[in-house]
């Protein structure tokens, strides 16, 4: 006969150290969570920008300075030192950001922009029932069918890193395209988003011929009117179509950037991209950096990484043909296995920051350099 005891399994001992550790983690996060909002609120106010002077402000000079509530400005400036997004000056009573933080915060050009993240973050919030549908019914979610702000906050989000990476170390990295996008060459970038990365090399290579793609026509239209406000419209074309049958042939350089996860079918694509390439041309794939062993990708930067895979990359690959759902941190050798599977040789990494790996492939095989991993 059972006992109470066994059909009662005892309640497993608690260690208090490691409770307290994990609500220390989880007041770090709650605090962060808390603060998405306020980071939106001092982006869409100007409240960053009008502080990035340096000068020391009461609340008070900073509602004057634009034109917004002195008490709700109190406790955001609160809550911003709090968290260390804008300083406290207890002796004066007034606030000010340093350098370092009106980097970050107050402007859109520079190679590290924290507000894009928010307005990302505030449109898969806005999306969490439908997420939770989708968990329920194993059904995918379409980049189209995310809450429109996805869509400028992944622009946003991603843009300061290509200014930071693309034209000085990326392109670079690749073996002879440097000279030929500077003679001259067709570009395809696919996935293109809003744009951002199609732009910014445009801008770069003016004696080159661009021609970004999106299967997201809402997308398409946005990077149109980017390429009018940059003044390359003359240079860069816009045009909805998916990875699998984009138009157009003998591209020097084909480019991916944080897209390939995405889609359902990324062996189609790859296949034809081999198609779409000129002799000897280059295909780059930009992937979120990862490892191919799943421990070694619970990082920081790997928890970021596998949230927006949870929410956005996989729902997105799920919805279309084939439904591969690779995700964000696949790591170096699943993408390599698609690449070839799609009849490309070569594959080496060829630059790689703490956010992204920068893969070289084209159709023969070769020797990858020896300054990176050959994976
Ligand atoms: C994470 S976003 C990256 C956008 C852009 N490359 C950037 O870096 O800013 C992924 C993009 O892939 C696009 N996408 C997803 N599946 C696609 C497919 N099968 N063909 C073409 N584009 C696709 C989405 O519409 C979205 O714009």
Redesign the pocket.
């Given at each position: 006969m059972a006992t109470a005891a066994s059909s009662h399994p005892q309640t497993p001992a608690i260690d208090p150290e490691k409770l307290n550790a994990l609500l220390g983690r989880a007041v770090q996060d709650m605090g962060a969570a808390l603060q998405a909002p306020l980071v939106l609120i001092g982006d869409r106010l100007g409240l960053y920008r009008a502080m990035s002077d340096g000068v020391h402000l009461t609340p008070a000079e900073l509602a004057r300075r634009t034109n917004t509530s002195e008490r709700y400005l109190r406790e955001w400036l609160n809550a911003n030192a709090a968290g260390h997004f804008v300083e406290y000056d207890a002796a004066t009573d007034t606030y000010f950001m340093t350098p370092e933080e009106t980097l970050a915060l107050a402007s859109d050009d520079t190679p590290i922009h924290l507000p894009g993240f928010y307005y990302l973050l505030a449109s898969l919030m806005k999306d969490e029932e439908k997420l939770t549908e989708i968990y329920r019914t194993g059904k995918g979610m379409?980049?189209?069918e995310h809450e429109k702000g996805l869509?400028e906050g992944?622009?946003r989000f991603?843009?300061p890193t290509?200014l930071a990476s693309l034209v000085s170390s990326w392109i670079p990295a690749l073996n002879g395209v440097e000279e030929k996008l500077k003679a001259g060459a067709r570009v395809a970038?696919?996935?293109?988003?809003?744009?951002?990365?199609t732009l910014l090399m445009a801008q770069s290579y003016p004696a080159s011929q661009f021609f970004g793609?999106?299967?997201?026509p809402q997308?398409i239209e946005k990077a149109r009117e980017r390429a009018a406000a940059a003044g390359v419209a003359d240079r860069v074309k816009f045009e909805a179509?998916?990875?699998?049958s984009?138009p157009g042939k003998n591209y020097d350089l084909v480019a991916?950037?944080?897209?390939l996860h995405?889609?359902?079918?990324p062996v189609g694509?790859a296949r034809h991209v081999r198609e779409a390439l000129a002799p000897d041309g280059t295909w780059m794939i930009?992937e979120p950096f990862a490892h191919d062993d799943t421990a070694a990708n619970l990082t920081p930067v790997g928890r970021i990484y596998y949230s927006a895979s949870a929410t956005?990359?996989v729902p997105?690959?799920l919805s279309?043909e084939v439904g591969l759902g690779l995700g964000a941190q696949a790591g170096p050798a699943r993408i390599q296995e698609v690449v070839r599977a799609g009849g490309f040789a070569r594959f080496c990494t060829v630059a790689e920051t703490p956010f992204n790996l920068v893969f070289e492939v084209k159709e023969e095989d070769g020797e990858c350099p020896d300054s990176v991993r050959d994976w």
């Open positions: 379409g980049w189209h869509f992944t622009e991603f843009r290509y970038d696919i996935g293109c988003g809003h744009g951002a990365s793609f999106d299967y997201h997308s179509a998916p990875a699998k984009f991916f950037f944080d897209c995405d889609m359902g079918d694509a930009v956005v990359c997105c690959s279309q």
